[in-house]
């Protein structure tokens, strides 16, 4: 006898009422994605709790591939038998038997569901129990705190036998919240945000701003393979690459120097807002965090945000760079992102860039430049690659616009 099935148990969603079925679909579709390569698996879902059966699939890399996706709290092996108790403690003995016992300790919690079972929980624990004792050695008992907590539960439907939970991603599944365009520089920040929001249920678009012959290829391709780094969370990720070199250039030219960032990350926030219109998205997704760097102060962000009224989400705000990082080791991106390749921002850098900049002096300066025709032009000549986990560059390349 083996585990033949993998309990998963929800996070959060389960307090969310009648969208429950809405976030139980999402799971099962994102779940399904995932497993794909896994051919003879079915899932089963209800409100509370989601099953894939395995049908001879081996669980260990099943298990990795279900710690990356959003909504799940915990899941565990199981083994599933009939309500009858002889079975019930067969099973639950070959469900330890399959684990490293040796040396170990262990309890029984059985739970009742199935009211017309003649075995109450109690009687169920002593009597499983004394069987697992009586045909293992080297394993002892603990009710407090044991190595091995053996859950019985008995179902309507049939008595499930699990024995060691494992610790899902949690969050919300990705695309119940809705969708985000998010702004990935090729650095540290923005991956990070990217995975945060995705965990809180979003869908995400990239979009990246290149500045070519200044930013070579080779800054181009880590930015692809810091989205397929994302798409180990978010299933298929658009990557939407903006030819940026001739608004910067503009700027560059004709805003004083010490304005020329703010004036640039403008013009990024207008054309990511138009990409986000037409791609349907309802909010922005930066990599910012507060006081980080001179476009990051109060002052900035209040002057480069009020080119639109679109929701700015930065979910890395409040933290410090070492939790930031500890966040892209987490998730692989970190490697990626410090390999030394030019950004379109390093290279238009001015000296000394101001901190609190004045709204009004932007718009003067601005004013006497006519970016949108140059805005347009980027918006019309934007590359868009479909990105998924398997990507290879000459996949899929898509002219949207
Ligand atoms: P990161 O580590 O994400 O590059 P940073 O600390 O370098 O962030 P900034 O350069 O001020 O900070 O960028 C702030 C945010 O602006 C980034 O997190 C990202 O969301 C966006 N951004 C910056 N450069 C680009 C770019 N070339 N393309 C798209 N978005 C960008
Ligand atoms: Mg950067």
Same mark, same amino acid.
């Given at each position: 006898?083996?585990?033949?099935?993998?309990?998963?148990?929800?996070?959060?969603?389960?307090?969310?009422?009648?969208?429950?079925? *809405?976030?139980?679909?999402?799971?099962?579709?994102?779940?399904?994605?995932?497993?794909?390569?896994?051919?003879?698996?079915?899932?089963?879902?209800?409100?509370?709790?989601?099953?894939?059966?395995?049908?001879?699939?081996?669980?260990?890399?099943?298990?990795?591939?279900?710690?990356?996706?959003?909504?799940?709290?915990?899941?565990?092996?199981?083994?599933?038998?009939?309500?009858? $108790?002889?079975?019930?403690?067969?099973?639950?003995?070959?469900?330890?038997?399959?684990?490293?016992?040796?040396?170990?300790?262990?309890?029984?919690?059985?739970?009742?569901?199935?009211?017309?079972?003649?075995?109450?929980?109690?009687?169920?624990?002593?009597?499983?129990?004394?069987?697992?004792?009586?045909?293992?050695?080297? $394993?002892?008992?603990? *009710?407090?705190?044991?190595?091995?907590?053996?859950?019985?539960?008995?179902?309507?439907?049939?008595?499930?036998?699990?024995?060691?939970?494992?610790?899902?991603?949690?969050?919300?599944?990705?695309?119940?919240?809705?969708? &985000?365009?998010?702004?990935?520089?090729?650095?540290?920040?923005?991956?990070?945000?990217?995975? $945060?929001?995705?965990?809180?249920?979003?869908?995400?678009?990239?979009?990246?701003?290149?500045?070519?012959?200044?930013?070579?290829?080779?800054?181009?391709?880590?930015?692809?393979?810091?989205?397929?780094?994302?798409?180990?969370?978010?299933?298929?990720?658009? $990557?939407?690459? *903006?030819?940026?070199?001739?608004?910067?250039?503009?700027?560059?030219?004709?805003?004083?120097?010490?304005?020329?960032?703010?004036?640039?990350?403008?013009?990024?926030?207008?054309?990511?807002?138009? +990409?986000?219109?037409?791609?349907?998205?309802?909010?922005?997704?930066?990599?910012?965090?507060?006081?980080?760097?001179?476009?990051?102060? +109060?002052?900035?962000?209040?002057?480069?945000?009020?080119?639109?009224?679109?929701?700015?989400?930065?979910? +890395?705000?409040?933290?410090?760079?070492?939790?930031?990082?500890?966040?892209?080791?987490?998730?692989?991106?970190?490697?990626?992102?410090?390999?030394?390749?030019?950004?379109?921002?390093?290279?238009?850098?001015?000296?000394?860039?101001?901190?609190?900049?004045?709204?009004?002096?932007?718009?003067?300066?601005?004013?006497?430049?006519?970016?949108?025709?140059?805005?347009?032009? &980027?918006?019309?000549?934007?590359?868009?690659?479909?990105?998924?986990?398997?990507?290879?560059?000459?996949?899929?390349?898509?002219?949207?616009?």
């Amino acid at each position: 006898m083996k585990y033949d099935r993998i309990l998963i148990r929800y996070g959060e969603m389960t307090t969310k009422g009648r969208n429950r079925n *809405v976030f139980v679909r999402r799971l099962k579709n994102n779940v399904s994605k995932k497993l794909h390569m896994f051919p003879n698996i079915q899932i089963e879902y209800m409100r509370d709790r989601m099953y894939i059966l395995l049908n001879g699939e081996p669980h260990e890399p099943i298990i990795e591939k279900l710690k990356t996706v959003f909504g799940i709290h915990s899941f565990s092996l199981a083994m599933k038998c009939h309500n009858e $108790l002889n079975e019930i403690k067969e099973t639950a003995l070959a469900a330890v038997k399959q684990l490293p016992y040796e040396g170990k300790t262990f309890k029984v919690s059985a739970r009742r569901v199935d009211k017309r079972f003649p075995y109450g929980s109690d009687e169920l624990n002593h009597e499983i129990g004394a069987y697992i004792l009586r045909n293992t050695d080297g $394993l002892t008992v603990d *009710v407090h705190d044991p190595d091995i907590n053996v859950r019985v539960e008995v179902r309507q439907d049939g008595t499930y036998v699990t024995c060691r939970d494992i610790f899902g991603a949690g969050g919300l599944p990705v695309g119940t919240s809705g969708k &985000a365009m998010l702004m990935l520089s090729g650095g540290i920040d923005s991956p990070v945000a990217g995975y $945060l929001a995705m965990k809180r249920g979003l869908e995400i678009e990239a979009v990246h701003f290149f500045s070519p012959p200044f930013t070579s290829e080779r800054a181009k391709q880590k930015v692809i393979d810091l989205v397929k780094k994302l798409t180990t969370y978010g299933g298929k990720i658009k $990557l939407h690459i *903006v030819p940026f070199t001739e608004v910067q250039q503009e700027i560059y030219k004709q805003v004083p120097d010490e304005y020329s960032l703010i004036s640039t990350r403008r013009a990024m926030l207008k054309i990511t807002d138009a +990409l986000r219109r037409r791609q349907r998205a309802l909010a922005i997704v930066t990599g910012e965090s507060l006081g980080q760097v001179a476009s990051q102060t +109060l002052e900035s962000m209040f002057v480069i945000n009020e080119v639109t009224t679109t929701p700015i989400l930065r979910p +890395l705000v409040s933290m410090d760079k070492v939790e930031i990082i500890e966040i892209a080791k987490k998730i692989d991106t970190h490697d990626i992102s410090i390999l030394p390749y030019e950004d379109c921002c390093t290279i238009f850098t001015p000296k000394s860039p101001k901190t609190k900049p004045k709204k009004e002096k932007v718009l003067r300066y601005e004013s006497a430049v006519d970016l949108d025709p140059l805005i347009e032009k &980027a918006i019309a000549n934007t590359e868009t690659i479909v990105i998924d986990e398997d990507f290879e560059a000459e996949d899929e390349f898509e002219q949207l616009f």
